[in-house]
Each structure stands twice: as C-alpha cells, then as structure tokens.
C-alpha cells in the first residue's frame, strides 16, 4: 500500500488549506484513515481519524476548525484546514490501517506565517 500526499504549503494566519491523501496498491478494507502532525522539537500527534463505519475523532485543538472526510470510492482522506494558526504549523502525515498494518504516507509541510 502507497500513500501520497499533497496540499501542504505556506499560508497566512486565519487561512485555509486542503490536503489530501491517496492510497493505491492492494487494498481489501480500510479500517482507519488519519491525518498525524509533528512540529519541530514535539511529537507526532493526532490530529484527525476516521474509524470503521464512520466514527470521527478530532484533537482539542483543531475542533471546529478541521474537517476530515474520505472518498471510499477514492480510498482519498481529506482535512480541510481553517481558521489556522502559528501553532498549526508542522509536517502533516496520513495514514491508513488495513486490516492490521498501518501505513503512512511520507508527510507534508504546512507552514503558518504572516
């Protein structure tokens, strides 16, 4: 299983990006599909998964400001990014469980600055 990420980029405070992930390869059933990040100097964090049937869990503090969504018909996981902010500011990795392998994806930057 191959995971591909886009999206990422520099953008201004208040802000919005959209990243997006593919998986291709040999997939029978996604079980989870999340987005981590890792800013310089702290570790890698949830930020947003999609379990099973549809459950959705988010950090504290990326509530009300991202969304997280999947294309099956894609196997593509979404975050649409609003309202960002300095501290949201770090390398954004996806990634996907099938059966019970995880897998991830090889991280994109986004970067917060006035």
């Known amino acids: 299983v191959q995971l591909q990420a886009s999206g990422g980029g520099l953008v201004q405070p208040g802000g919005s990006l959209r990243l997006a992930c593919a998986a291709s390869?040999?997939?029978?059933?996604?079980?989870?599909m999340a987005w981590h990040r890792q800013a310089p100097g702290k570790q890698r964090e949830l930020v947003a998964a999609i379990v099973g049937g549809g459950t959705i869990n988010y950090a504290d503090s990326v509530k009300d400001r991202f969304t997280i969504s999947r294309d099956n018909a894609k196997n593509t996981v979404y975050l649409q990014m609003n309202s960002l902010k300095p501290e949201d500011t770090a390398v954004y990795y996806c990634?996907?469980?099938?059966?019970?392998?995880?897998?991830w994806g090889q991280g994109t930057q986004v970067t917060v600055s006035s």
């Open positions: 990634n996907v469980k099938v059966g019970s392998v995880t897998y």
């Open positions: 390869g040999r997939i029978l059933s996604i079980n989870v």
